[in-house]
């Protein structure tokens, strides 16, 4: 049973930054994307940024220029670094692999901002 394990939420305070880590507990083959979703409190979970096989990023808007994903597919690993955090950044963020008959969730890493 793949696990994928994230780590690096925490609290911070508006303007501040951290980075999201996530990595898969075997390596994964057949992998067409890997990305990082979020759920605020009473909100559906919903896309933040992806990253594809062949490097390409894609964002949503609410967080272009303030957050970099990257990823090494040959580690099944991914990153999304936070900066210039919000308080509507606030959310449970949960890191995807999606691929050939594959789509593993991480179980999600709390990042709380707030002053």
């Known amino acids: 049973q793949v696990q994928l394990v994230e780590s690096g939420g925490g609290l911070v305070q508006p303007g501040g930054s951290l980075r999201l880590s996530c990595a898969a507990s075997?390596?994964?083959?057949?992998?067409?994307?890997m990305g990082w979703y979020r759920r605020a409190p009473g909100m559906q979970r919903e896309a933040v940024a992806t990253?594809?096989?062949?490097?390409?990023?894609h964002y949503r808007d609410f967080v272009k220029g303030r957050f970099n994903i990257s990823g090494d597919f040959a580690r099944s690993t991914v990153y999304l670094e936070m900066n210039n955090l919000k308080p509507e950044d606030t959310a449970v963020y949960y890191c995807n692999i999606w691929g050939s008959s594959i789509d593993y969730w991480g179980q999600g890493t709390q990042v709380t901002v707030s002053s």
């Open positions: 990253i594809t096989t062949n490097g390409q990023p």
């Open positions: 075997t390596r994964i083959s057949y992998i067409y994307t």
